[in-house]
């Protein structure tokens, strides 16, 4: 097989495969495919994988038992679209030659042990929609210390690392593909990467042989993908307040920040969110009232706050009515029906007596009571005056007999 020099595809995912991937594969120069994924394949990967072929723009060597480090050398001006080398036992850090493959569309090498800070550097792909680092050992801030752009990106996942710091206005601002300006665009957007999606490869490809899968994961495996715009930050040590520039992100479908150190409240700017149907935010210490812009969220479908220090009412009307208790628990200050902790119904109970309030009443009283005094003094003396203006008339009238 290996003399096959122009043989352009090579598919023998899903099997039981043994062995080391032997580097005589790199004689086949007009590869344009290369997919052994979910084997038991062991060893390194052949050191000129990155350089053999600038036909190949797909290479998948997921689920199987890799060890080291990934080739260095990807070549310039090389084809590679999708490169996955995802569930194995791959170390140390990305190379910094990834930023050759400027055709590169889809990265994943989640579930591993890559131990790096955040590749910023891949910003500068121009191509680069997808990157999945997910179940790694990646640490540092999210950020980027020198500009970078991220102009294509549709899909970030960097859950279960070890990121740190604050989350950044700034790195929010480079993702612009996620921010929707009008509904026409976004028809066309949806059109655009599903045409994408299927000219790279068949959907059947999208499902990622994992065994811990992540909220993403499951979007992708339930054919959300040709339309899907999401940022999975889950998992990490990430502080600080949520910024309310990622109310801005306009098309994002899913939104998951649990497990993280979240401070402050949730941003009301999250409810402008119109296309969202997943937010977590479960497992920080958020605090507040949960905003009432979130019930514009008219397509969520999966949601979670629990296990923060929110307080106040769950507001009632909305989507946020659907959700069970679940999706609320673990916060001591918050009420609603679906919780044991029921609102009072501030309708029905007696308004506070204010100082103001107390003095017309006690004004009032006095008022009303002075002149019942008077009513019943002017009562009692008109009786009494009439009473005596008889008995003087009487004495008056014999008086006057008298004289005359």
Partial sequence: ???????????????????????????????????????????????????????????????????GNIPQNYAKENALQWIDFSSNKLCGQLPRSFVNC????????????????????????PNLKLIFLRDNKFHGAIKCPLKCTFPQLRIIDVSQNDFSGELSSEIIKTFKSMTLSNTSHEVHFKDDFYQWQQ??????????????????????????FHFLVAIDLSCNKIYGKIPDIMGSLNRLVLLNLSNNMFTGSIPSSLGKLSNLEALDLSANSLSGEIPQQLTELTF???????????????????QLSTFQDNSFEGNKGLCGFQLLNKCEDRSKLPLPPTLDGDKDSESGSFFEFNWMVILIGYAGGLVAGLALGNALAGDVYRLLKRIF
């Fill in 1 to 67: 097989m290996w003399n096959k020099t122009t043989l352009q595809s090579l598919v023998i995912s899903n099997n039981l495969l043994i062995g080391k991937i032997p580097a005589l594969i790199c004689n086949l120069q007009s590869l344009g495919s290369l997919d052994l994924s979910s084997n038991n394949l062991v060893g390194m990967i052949p050191s000129c994988l990155g350089s053999f072929s600038r036909s190949l723009h797909i290479l998948r060597l997921a689920g199987n038992k890799l060890i």
């Fill in 102 to 125: 400027r055709m590169l569309e889809v990265l994943d090498v989640s579930h591993n042990h890559f131990n790096d800070s955040f590749p910023f550097w891949l910003g500068s792909l």
């Fill in 199 to 224: 000219s790279l490869v068949d959907l059947s490809m999208f499902v990622f042989p994992m065994t811990n899968k992540g909220r993403v994961m499951d979007y992708l495996e339930s054919q959300y």
């Fill in 300 to 318: 969520l479908e999966f949601f979670n706050e629990s296990f923060n220090n929110l307080s106040g009412p769950i507001p009632e009307n909305g």
